[in-house]
């Protein structure tokens, strides 16, 4: 059985490989175009292809790959908001994912956005290899006693919630539906109480027609002077130009971004050599109290290796017709 890899990094093949041993039949090619509607005529003659974030596999996307012959998508990736599921449903595409890795993975990396950019120890790094000791810009604030507002306390959320409380903090969050495994410490409050009550607001919900643009001018406005906003979850949670729009009223003291709206065409390349014409990103960038990751919540050791045996097994599960949880529909 044979699985197209697209998006393939050296670190893809150094997790994947080694778990091939348990996974006989299956054989992998990988390759380092991007899965979109012109790269699927590739796939001709595999059964699956595996794809990760920044693919595109909308409605054309599925229509080439259904016409090459392939039986599933395997996206190595807990999020599917770039996935037509409507569409590979009715084209008889299995779909499935990898719904949990390793939360902890995503929510540590939440949780050192929000300590960096309150201690500035970006500019910190960089202040003491060029020499200069001075403490100029650097004044950040204790978390212990301050409030951390979690959006949505699923898999990921519910682990920000515990190393929050680890912190000495008082946590409150916003879900469709509260986790009861966490009401010893978490108190549910509405999404409106979470903006004004919260030192640091952490999301972790999903991005759905419902939560697109959650962060905006008219949210921002309700936040208290001084919070830290940490987006680990999907970019367009949150909208670039109100939120530059909020940095210039001064209502942040820091801001950490793992994902942002227009990451697609950045995650994972070096443009270091780029002129980015017309970047909102860039201009993010430009203020002293914003940090951007480039998507690496997910890139642990344990992670990877749990993604590979994950997306093996679900390969397996489309040979074999079984439905399982990883299925997106
Ligand atoms: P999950 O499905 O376990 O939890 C999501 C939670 O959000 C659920 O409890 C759900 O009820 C809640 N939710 C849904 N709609 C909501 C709304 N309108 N308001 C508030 N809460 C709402 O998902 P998990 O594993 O915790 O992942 C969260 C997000 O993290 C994913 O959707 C994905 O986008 C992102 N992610 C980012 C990674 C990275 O590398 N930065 C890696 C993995 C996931």
Redesign the pocket.
């Known amino acids: 059985m044979k699985m197209l890899f697209y998006a393939a990094k050296t670190y893809d093949k150094k997790s994947f490989d080694p778990e091939l041993s348990d996974f006989p039949d299956i054989e992998i090619e990988y390759i380092e175009h991007e899965l979109d509607p012109r790269s699927a005529l590739l796939a001709k003659g595999y059964e699956a292809v595996c794809a990760f974030v920044s693919a595109d596999v909308g409605e054309k996307t599925l229509q080439v790959l259904k016409d090459a012959g392939v039986k599933a998508v395997l996206m190595r ?3 599917f ?1 770039n996935v037509d599921a409507k569409k590979a449903e009715e084209l008889g595409i299995a779909v499935k994912r990898v ?2 890795y390793s ?1 902890e993975a ?1 929510s540590e ?1 939440a949780m050192a956005l929000a300590l960096a950019v309150n201690r500035r120890l970006y500019k910190a790094y960089n202040k003491v290899r060029e020499n200069d000791y001075s403490l100029k810009n650097l004044r950040g604030v204790n978390m212990r006693g301050k409030t951390a507002g979690i ?7 519910a682990y920000m919630c515990e190393q929050c409380r680890g912190f000495g903090m008082k946590v409150i969050a ?4 509260e ?1 009861e495994s966490l009401k010893d410490y978490v108190t549910y409050v509405t ?1 409106d109480e979470l903006f004004e009550r919260s030192d640091l607001i952490s999301l ?5 027609d ?2 697109y643009h ?1 962060i905006n001018i008219d949210t921002i406005k309700k936040m208290k002077d001084g919070v830290i906003l940490v987006n ?3 970019g367009a949670l949150i909208s670039t130009n109100d939120l530059i729009e909020g940095i210039r009223m001064n209502k942040f003291l820091g801001v950490g971004l ?2 942002y709206e227009e990451e697609t065409g950045n995650v994972y390349e070096d443009r270091s050599d780029d002129i980015m014409e017309h970047s909102v990103t860039s201009r993010l960038l430009s203020f002293p109290n914003v940090m951007i990751t480039s ?5 642990t050791m344990e992670a990877l290796s749990a993604i590979a045996r994950t997306t093996l097994q679900n390969f397996m599960d489309v040979i074999n017709g079984k439905h399982t949880q990883n299925d997106i529909y």
């Open positions: 990736c807990a999020g908001n719904p949990a939360p995503v990396l959006v949505g306390t699923g898999k990921i959320g916003y879900d469709l539906y986790n999404l972790h919900c999903p991005l759905l419902s939560t959650m680990t979850s999907r793992d994902v998507h690496q919540g997910f890139y």
